[in-house]
């Protein structure tokens, strides 16, 4: 089993940032690979980025270049570093995680985008 926790989520100005965390109950050594979706109203949940036990990275071509995801094994936490924020980013973003063939969702942090 595997608890995760996202936290940063909020009301953001278009052009603005926010930094997304989420925190595993136990070491992320184990977990592989791990990654942030978004759900936006009306629309189908979706990658936004994703990370291997490793460091690969790959990112939605939508938010490439403008997305971070990263991940510290020592905190057990993985990160999302939003920048140049997009009304159409707006959603619920999930973290997910894969352990021993089972994956596992977090509750969900809202991003807000707008003016």
């Known amino acids: 089993q595997v608890q995760l926790v996202e936290s940063g989520g909020g009301l953001v100005q278009p052009g603005g940032s926010l930094r997304l965390s989420c925190a595993a109950s136990?070491?992320?050594?184990?977990?592989?690979?791990m990654g942030w979706y978004r759900q936006a109203p009306g629309k189908q949940r979706e990658l936004v980025a994703g990370?291997?036990?490793?460091?690969?990275?790959n990112y939605a071509d939508s938010v490439t270049g403008r997305f971070t995801i990263s991940r510290d094994n020592a905190k057990n936490t993985m990160y999302l570093q939003m920048n140049s924020l997009k009304p159409e980013d707006t959603g619920v973003y999930y973290c997910?995680?894969?352990?021993?063939?089972?994956?596992?969702w977090g509750q969900g942090t809202q991003v807000t985008v707008s003016s």
């Open positions: 136990r070491s992320i050594f184990s977990l592989n690979p």
């Open positions: 997910n995680v894969a352990f021993r063939s089972q994956y596992y």
């Open positions: 990370i291997t036990s490793t460091g690969t990275t």
